[in-house]
């Protein structure tokens, strides 16, 4: 079956620095990919829509330029926290749609800390 | 605004009770809806997924109802066991696979 892989399942790091989380599909190509956010005892929040070889498309309310999104392959995504703050700590989540699918796959998730 | 919600956001039954949770949306111009299973700290277990065109999937002790019309879900659980225990999350799916989730329903299952 289609697996995501995301990397890393846990970081913690310092404000004001900066962390990447990466999205693989590791058995199929996914043209897009999406990444959630979680915040304690509440649900998936959308943040952004990745796109293979275009700009991201975010979530009214996100910021941009606080979450790069980059999807330079067919199998990866990548999202950048930049210059992280104690209120980025959060579980994120992608996910990865299958070419002509309706169905999505889920990674494990990225529970990032900062300090 | 996409709006899902979920009732109740908690429950505890006894093992071997049947069981529904039930999953409301406000925009009925859906694809499909899935329903999915998380346990603490631990990304989704895909547990179902009803297209717009169908009235129910199954999958073992696990059904799932969508009434697109009146912007409902239901997951019915048969015969629970304490390793059901977790959250469970509705997701409505639009067009582009933009998928917007409701709050969960957080299930504990007494042995």
């Known amino acids: 079956g289609a697996v995501v892989s995301q990397h890393p399942s846990r970081v913690i790091c310092k404000s004001g620095t900066s962390v990447k989380i990466e999205c693989r599909s590791l058995d199929f190509q996914a043209t897009t990919m999406f990444w959630y956010r979680q915040f304690p005892k509440k649900s998936l929040m959308l943040m952004a829509t990745s796109n293979e070889g275009s700009k991201a498309t975010y979530e009214q309310g996100v910021e941009k330029d606080k979450f790069l999104i980059n999807h330079a392959s067919l199998t990866l995504s990548t999202l950048t926290v930049t210059s992280a703050h104690p209120e980025d700590s959060s579980f994120y989540i992608c996910?990865?749609?299958?070419?002509?699918?309706?169905?999505?796959?889920f990674g494990a998730g990225s529970r990032l800390t900062v300090l | 605004k996409q709006e899902v919600t979920q009732i109740p956001a908690a429950l505890s039954v006894p093992e071997g009770e049947n069981l529904v949770l039930n999953c409301s949306f406000t925009d009925s111009a859906i694809y499909n809806l899935q329903w999915f299973r998380q346990d603490p700290g631990k990304g989704l277990t895909s547990l179902l997924l009803i297209q717009s065109s169908q009235r129910e999937q199954t999958s073992g002790r696990l059904n799932a109802s969508l009434d697109k019309s009146s912007g409902r879900s239901t997951l019915y659980i048969a015969a629970s066991q304490p390793g059901d225990s977790a959250t469970y999350l509705c997701a409505v799916g639009y067009n582009f696979n933009k998928f917007y989730f409701g709050s969960g329903t957080k299930l504990n299952v007494k042995p």
């Open positions: 996910s990865a749609a299958h070419s002509g699918a309706n169905v999505l796959t």
